[in-house]
């Protein structure tokens, strides 16, 4: 099998297996709890939160520990627009994850915001003149993606965070597809609060973190024992929370020679498979895009039909994001560039990892040939 489906999960590291295993055995105690078991639970939590904040250039106390990208979102868009009396008012992106895009959906509907989508172009890429149009002086909250995790365009997120705050505005970052590709710095993005994934960068599924600057005000969403310094009530995962930070330290460290390698790979792909399909449209930035990712549309093809065709032949990968798999809907990310509906159903996107090699790519790209072939053969009317 040719696993080219990074950008949905990675395997887990065994360095961040190994790690964790301690406390999955004998170190199980509660890290909220007074006596030896707890202790030691408290100070591998304590030790993984800082190990985070580490790589983020963050204070430890900065990193609320969450159960993935998904709950960090919610926290960052409802606890940060809730918290912030300066009005309710929100801006996003019309491509950003459903996490985002469905938080910033309920406090219109619950709690009576007004969301603002700011405009992107044929590649996705948010333009800081056009996040200046948009922002009001009752704008509490910008949220826009670091990177894209269908198309992968990365966005200038220090530019557009800069224009938020000259605002008044607090900036968040959904920086889940970023990590282990992009420098990760809170400083040098200049965001209030950004949301991580455990499993993107080698830990298990089920963990995460957002981090918010400690003066950046945070509703809970989650309520009960005042956990993580009140902002995110529940026994911590301590197993969970020091797999990721094993893993997001790891991921950061071979972070330049994986992105120069897997670059290299991609471009070879692209090369590869615009050689034989020559009518395919690769989507996203040229340029500002995340390395690994490889975003297709076959004009005259079923996305769906070539994915399973290319499963047939071993190579597995999608047609999109996975947190929207199963829906009849074309991509909203697709559409929101420009695609038209019935080219967006024809998307399929290849997310390569640090493991991936050059004959897994050769092989995969005489795959994407046969597989279109095929199936624009059977669609043909």
Do not use: Y
Not at 92 to 100: D, G, K, Q, S
Not at 195 to 209: D, E, R, W, Y
């Amino acid at each position: 099998m040719i696993f080219l489906d990074h950008a949905a999960t990675t395997p887990v590291r065994r360095e961040a297996l190994e790690a964790m295993w301690p406390f999955l055995t004998n170190a199980f105690g509660n890290p909220s709890s007074h006596h030896g078991l707890g202790d030691e639970a408290a100070r591998a939590l304590a030790a993984a939160r800082a190990e985070v904040a580490a790589v983020i250039g963050c204070r430890p106390g900065d990193v609320v520990f969450a159960s993935g990208g998904t709950e960090a979102d919610n926290l960052a868009i409802k606890g940060i627009a809730l918290a912030n009396p300066r009005g309710r008012h929100i801006v996003v992106t019309p491509i950003e994850h459903e996490a985002v895009l469905e938080s910033a959906d309920h406090l219109a509907r619950v709690h009576g915001f007004h969301v603002t989508f700011v405009d992107v172009d044929e590649h996705g890429l948010v333009h800081p003149e056009a996040l200046a149009r948009v922002i009001r002086a009752d704008t509490t909250l910008v949220s826009v993606q670091l990177a894209n995790n269908e198309i992968g365009t990365v966005q200038p997120i220090a530019e557009l965070a800069a224009i938020a705050h000259a605002s008044g505005s607090a900036m968040h970052t959904d920086a889940v597809q970023a990590a282990g590709w992009l420098p990760l710095s809170l400083r040098a993005l200049g965001v209030d609060a950004m949301s991580l994934a455990g499993h993107k960068v080698g830990a298990p599924k089920g963990t995460g973190a957002l981090v918010v600057r400690g003066r950046v005000p945070l509703e809970p969403v989650l309520h009960g024992g005042g956990q993580e310094r009140g902002r995110r009530s529940g026994t911590e995962n301590v197993a969970g929370a020091v797999a990721f930070a094993t893993a997001l330290r790891l991921a950061d460290g071979e972070r330049a020679d994986a992105a120069a390698r897997v670059g290299a790979l991609a471009a070879d792909l692209v090369a590869r498979v615009t050689a034989e399909v020559p009518w395919a449209r690769l989507t996203g930035d040229p340029v500002r895009r995340l390395p690994g990712t490889v975003s297709f549309v076959f004009p005259g093809t079923s996305g769906e039909a070539v994915l399973l065709e290319l499963e047939r032949q071993g190579v597995v990968c999608s047609s999109g994001s996975a947190c929207a798999a199963g829906s009849d809907e074309p991509s909203h990310v697709l559409t929101a560039i420009g695609v038209p509906g019935e080219l967006a159903q024809t998307a399929v996107r290849f997310t390569l990892g640090a493991e991936t090699t050059a004959d897994e790519i050769a092989e995969a790209a005489a795959s994407v040939a046969r597989a279109v072939s095929v199936v624009r053969d059977i669609v043909a009317p």
